[in-house]
C-alpha cells in the first residue's frame, strides 16, 4: 500500500498528490511515468511523474479528474493509501546536448512538462516555456514554469489571463523572428501537439510530442496504446508505454491517434457518473 503524504488542489478540476513510494523516486526520471490501482478492484490507469522528492520518498502525480478512476482518486486525502503503484515506467525523455528549446504545454499537460523545463534549466540549458489554458480559472503551475524558464509566455483562450490565444501563436512568432530553439518539446491535448508540430515544420525544428493513449499494462502486452509512425513512407505500429511516451511528433499520424482516443468517451462518462453517483449515496 501507499501512503499519499500531501494533498493539493490546483484547480477545479486538476488535483496533485504526493505519494510515498521510495523505490520509484529513487529512479524516475523525467518524461516517465506510473500506473497506479485505487483499490483492490480498481481499473489501472498510468499518470506521468511530474516530480519527485528522494530524500522523503516521494513521488508527486498531477491529474485532471474526468473519469471514474480519478473520481475515486479524488476522494483520497492525506493518510490515507494507494492498492498499487508501479513503476517508473516508459523511456525517460532525451534531453542531452539541448541548449536551446522550447517546452510548450496545454492544460494539465503542464504538469507533465514541468520537470523536464526544471531538467534542462538544472542543465544549464536556455529554456523558453508557453503554457496554456482555457481560461484563468484553470491556469496551474504559473510559478513554477517562471522559475525553470528564461522566458515565460502564458496563453489563454478567453484572454482572461496572460496572452490572448492558443499556444502556437507565440512560438510561430518566435520562429518567425529567428529564433533557433534545438528542440520543441510539446505536451497537451492531441490537437494542440498536432498545431505545435505543424507550427515548427516549416522551420526544420525538431519536435518531441509525449503520447498518451489508452494503456493497461503498460509493458506492450495488451496493445491497447498503439500508434502509427510514418516513417521514411512506412506506416509502423509503436507503444507509447515502451517505446514511449515520446515520440518525433512529425512521425505521429495525429488523426488516427485522436480517433482512437475518443472511441471510449461516452463508456468513460457513464463510469464517471455512476461513481458521482455513488459518492452521493454514501454522503447521503
Same mark, same amino acid.
Given at each position: 500500500?501507499?501512503? !499519499?503524504?500531501? =494533498?493539493? !488542489?490546483?484547480?477545479?478540476t486538476v488535483v496533485e498528490l504526493h505519494?510515498?513510494?521510495?523505490?520509484?523516486?529513487?529512479?524516475a526520471r523525467p518524461g516517465q511515468f506510473i500506473i497506479l490501482r485505487v483499490d483492490?478492484? *480498481?481499473?489501472?490507469?498510468? /499518470?506521468t511523474v511530474a516530480g519527485t522528492d528522494k530524500e522523503k520518498g516521494t513521488v508527486k502525480i498531477i491529474y485532471q479528474i474526468v473519469g471514474a478512476t480519478t473520481k475515486k482518486?479524488?476522494? =483520497?486525502?492525506? *493518510?490515507?493509501?494507494?492498492?498499487? $503503484?508501479?513503476?517508473?515506467?516508459? @523511456?525517460?525523455?532525451? #534531453?542531452?546536448? /539541448?541548449?536551446?528549446?522550447? !517546452?510548450?504545454? *496545454?492544460g494539465v499537460g503542464c504538469a507533465i512538462a514541468l520537470p523536464i523545463a526544471e531538467a534542462l534549466h538544472e542543465m544549464g540549458a536556455r529554456v523558453t516555456s508557453i503554457i496554456g489554458f482555457r481560461s484563468r480559472d484553470l491556469l496551474i503551475l504559473e510559478d513554477e514554469f517562471r522559475a525553470a524558464s528564461c522566458t515565460l509566455?502564458? %496563453? &489563454?483562450?478567453?484572454g482572461s489571463?496572460?496572452?490572448?490565444?492558443? @499556444?502556437? #501563436?507565440p512560438l510561430k512568432e518566435m520562429l518567425e523572428g529567428g529564433e533557433r530553439f534545438?528542440?520543441? !518539446? &510539446?505536451?497537451?491535448?492531441?490537437? %494542440? %501537439?498536432? $498545431?505545435?508540430?505543424? &507550427?515548427? =515544420?516549416p522551420y526544420g525544428v525538431p519536435v518531441t510530442v509525449s503520447m498518451n493513449p489508452i494503456m493497461i499494462d503498460g509493458t506492450g502486452m495488451c496493445g491497447g496504446c498503439r500508434l502509427t509512425l510514418n516513417v521514411d513512407g512506412k506506416k509502423i505500429t509503436k507503444f507509447a508505454c515502451v517505446d514511449g511516451p515520446d515520440f518525433?511528433? +512529425?512521425? @505521429?499520424? $495525429?488523426?488516427?491517434?485522436?480517433?482512437?482516443?475518443? %472511441? +471510449?468517451?461516452? $463508456?468513460?462518462?457513464?463510469?464517471?457518473?455512476?461513481?458521482?453517483? #455513488? +459518492? =452521493?449515496?454514501?454522503?447521503?
Amino acid at each position: 500500500m501507499y501512503q !499519499i503524504k500531501k =494533498k493539493k !488542489i490546483l484547480n477545479p478540476t486538476v488535483v496533485e498528490l504526493h505519494v510515498e513510494a521510495p523505490l520509484v523516486a529513487n529512479k524516475a526520471r523525467p518524461g516517465q511515468f506510473i500506473i497506479l490501482r485505487v483499490d483492490e478492484d *480498481g481499473e489501472r490507469i498510468p /499518470l506521468t511523474v511530474a516530480g519527485t522528492d528522494k530524500e522523503k520518498g516521494t513521488v508527486k502525480i498531477i491529474y485532471q479528474i474526468v473519469g471514474a478512476t480519478t473520481k475515486k482518486l479524488s476522494a =483520497k486525502e492525506e *493518510g490515507d493509501t494507494l492498492q498499487d $503503484f508501479v513503476g517508473p515506467l516508459g @523511456v525517460p525523455t532525451h #534531453l542531452d546536448g /539541448l541548449q536551446n528549446v522550447c !517546452i510548450v504545454g *496545454g492544460g494539465v499537460g503542464c504538469a507533465i512538462a514541468l520537470p523536464i523545463a526544471e531538467a534542462l534549466h538544472e542543465m544549464g540549458a536556455r529554456v523558453t516555456s508557453i503554457i496554456g489554458f482555457r481560461s484563468r480559472d484553470l491556469l496551474i503551475l504559473e510559478d513554477e514554469f517562471r522559475a525553470a524558464s528564461c522566458t515565460l509566455r502564458v %496563453m &489563454t483562450d478567453d484572454g482572461s489571463y496572460g496572452e490572448k490565444g492558443n @499556444v502556437t #501563436l507565440p512560438l510561430k512568432e518566435m520562429l518567425e523572428g529567428g529564433e533557433r530553439f534545438d528542440a520543441v !518539446i &510539446t505536451i497537451g491535448p492531441l490537437v %494542440m %501537439m498536432k $498545431f505545435v508540430t505543424l &507550427t515548427a =515544420k516549416p522551420y526544420g525544428v525538431p519536435v518531441t510530442v509525449s503520447m498518451n493513449p489508452i494503456m493497461i499494462d503498460g509493458t506492450g502486452m495488451c496493445g491497447g496504446c498503439r500508434l502509427t509512425l510514418n516513417v521514411d513512407g512506412k506506416k509502423i505500429t509503436k507503444f507509447a508505454c515502451v517505446d514511449g511516451p515520446d515520440f518525433n511528433g +512529425y512521425e @505521429v499520424d $495525429f488523426d488516427e491517434a485522436m480517433a482512437r482516443g475518443r %472511441m +471510449y468517451g461516452a $463508456f468513460e462518462r457513464h463510469a464517471y457518473e455512476e461513481t458521482c453517483n #455513488l +459518492y =452521493k449515496k454514501e454522503v447521503q
